[in-house]
């Protein structure tokens, strides 16, 4: 979190640099804690029952009531899984969108960044987040399950891959901006992050493309794209002219991912940069 608050900072700065009307007023920030309001309230009412429970488990037979009664019980296992699933995107983003709302108040009220720390979960340190890491692992984007996207929401995805793959980089970070609007806490949002990232580089707005790389990697810092997400925002603050924060980020890749083809290419960026 301290690496990831020392390129925020960064970031924020040459925001400054480049277009001060471009930093957000408290009222964004009002407006974007009422969306994190919202989606607690959403949250709290899969909490409320609908009805009375009205379990099938008719049957003839003993044999026939206890195979219904463990069809019932599999079923209920599958929804608790999947609104476990739920419960985690929402924490993580929300989490996250908070650390960053946290970020741009002391900014914006001309504090000391590096006096910030860890976010807190969002909820609390509840058994369930603290169990998350250790039984959700990182999953490649083929595996991801349906159940788990919303209507939609792999067909938007496609799009915007598509969109980056034909080299329609404007459409393509249109889509993929769209897309992380649309579904808060995706799975499939530290991807999308990174290919809207390599859309704006293809637009040559290397400042937020470096926001995008950084949001990425804050979205998922172990998963399967988070080491090219780094040695991507490391890369991006050295054509930005931030020298010092991209050598500690590029090294933050062979530290977090020795041996991955991301590590590779941090040193010889770090090469190309003169870091000591």
């Not at 009805?51 to 019932?72: F, K, M, T």
């Not at 006096?115 to 609390?124: A, I, M």
Request: aromatic letters at 4%; a negative charge; proline letters at 4%.
């Amino acid at each position: 979190m301290r690496v990831a608050g020392w390129i925020l900072a960064a970031v924020v700065a040459t925001a400054g640099v480049a277009n001060a009307q471009d930093q957000q007023t408290l009222a964004d920030i009002r407006q974007e804690l009422t969306v994190l309001h919202v989606e607690i309230q959403r949250l709290k009412r899969e909490f409320s029952t609908t009805g009375s429970p009205a379990p099938n488990l008719a049957g003839s037979s003993v044999l026939e009531r206890v195979d219904a009664i463990e069809a019932e019980l599999q079923r209920l296992t599958r929804q608790t899984e999947q609104l476990n699933q739920r419960v985690q995107n929402i924490v993580t983003d929300g989490t996250n969108r908070i650390g960053d709302l946290e970020f741009r108040l002391v900014e914006l009220e001309g504090g000391d960044l590096s006096t910030l720390g860890e976010t807190s979960t969002l909820g609390g340190d509840s058994d369930i987040a603290a169990a998350a890491p250790a039984t959700i692992a990182p999953a490649e984007p083929a595996q991801i399950e349906q159940g788990e996207l919303a209507v939609g929401e792999r067909a938007d995805f496609d799009t915007a891959s598509q969109a980056l793959a034909d080299g329609n980089f404007q459409a393509a970070a249109e889509q993929f901006a769209t897309f992380e609007t649309s579904y808060p806490g995706s799975p499939l949002a530290p991807e999308a992050n990174l290919k809207r990232g390599q859309a704006l580089v293809g637009l040559g707005d290397t400042r937020e493309a470096a926001r995008a790389f950084l949001a990425s990697f804050t979205g998922d810092s172990e998963g399967t794209f988070a080491p090219e997400a780094l040695f991507e925002l490391g890369s991006a603050l050295g054509r930005l002219g931030q020298t010092d924060q991209a050598c500690i980020t590029l090294s933050e890749v062979g530290v977090r991912f020795p041996g991955s083809a991301s590590a590779t290419n941090a040193t010889q960026e770090m090469a190309s940069l003169g870091c000591s």
